[in-house]
Antibody, heavy 126, light 111 residues
Framework: QVQLVQSGAEVKKPGSSVKVSCKAS????????ISWVRQAPGQGLEWMGG????????NYAQKFQGRVTINADESTGTAYMELSSLRSEDTAVYYC???????????????????WGQGTTVTVSS | QTVVTQEPSLTVSPGGTVTLTCASS?????????PNWFQQKPGQAPRALIY???NKHSWTPARFSGSLLGGKAALTLSGVQPEDEAEYYC???????????FGTGTKVTVL
């Protein structure tokens, strides 16, 4: 059974960066795709981006372009999300989730999301 | 900026049926958006219910079903149970199904 275990809570200063990890157990990590989703207090879910570790390249939501980096270490089965230039509005719970992916005409696509990590609370405060 | 819109709130009686919808600002939702549905209870991580419009995960109760309805994605809860009270989010995939956008969420109250 696939499980995603995230790193612990973080408290950061405005302007700094945070890096959250997501370690997979069960299954074959190289077959995974991982997405990052955040949820500000009392707000809805927000897609940040996704990565297929064996390909390496990540896709990012336009809102986070230039400020977020998603990567993965196949050797440890761990995905990472780093968010820079933090501001108070980045205070949120950050989730990783496994993406279901397919390939058509040589191009991959996402069609689902199943297993979620437990979430990591990031607080940005001076 | 793509916006995915859901009903803010719906109320249903125990044992009743309720349908939630998910609309895209870009036009009609089709199967090519691979609609997904998630349930979230307070203090918990979201739980996946439906993927690719109507496919259930192994843990999804039979009373949940997904479909396309009038140009929108839809989630129908039949025979609603008290434990179904939760926030529900849809997710649509854009950009060649490489980028996701979540809906605004629907709060379902069982009363």
């Amino acid at each position: 059974q696939v499980q995603l275990v995230q790193s612990g809570a973080e408290v950061k200063k405005p302007g700094s960066s945070v890096k959250v990890s997501c370690k997979a157990s069960g299954g074959t990590f190289t077959n995974y795709a991982i997405s990052w989703v955040r949820q500000a207090p009392g707000q809805g879910l927000e897609w940040m981006g996704g990565i297929i570790p064996i390909f390496g390249a990540a896709n990012y939501a336009q809102k986070f372009q230039g400020r977020v980096t998603i990567n993965a270490d196949e050797s440890t089965g761990t995905a990472y999300m780093e968010l820079s230039s933090l501001r108070s509005e980045d205070t949120a719970v950050y989730y990783c989730a496994r993406l279901l992916r397919g390939i058509s005409a040589g191009t991959y696509y996402y069609y689902g999301m199943d297993v979620w990590g437990q979430g990591t609370t990031v607080t940005v405060s001076s | 900026q793509t916006v995915v819109t859901q009903e803010p709130s719906l109320t249903v009686s125990p044992g009743g049926t309720v349908t939630l919808t998910c609309a895209s600002s870009t036009g009609a939702v089709t199967s090519g958006y691979y609609p997904n549905w998630f349930q979230q209870k307070p203090g918990q991580a979201p739980r996946a219910l439906i993927y690719s419009t109507s496919n259930k995960h192994s843990w999804t109760p039979a009373r949940f079903s997904g479909s396309l309805l009038g140009g929108k994605a839809a989630l129908t809860l039949s025979g609603v149970q008290p434990e179904d009270e939760a926030e529900y989010y849809c997710l649509l995939y854009y950009g060649g199904a490489q980028l996701g956008v979540f809906g605004t969420g629907t709060k379902v109250t069982v009363l």
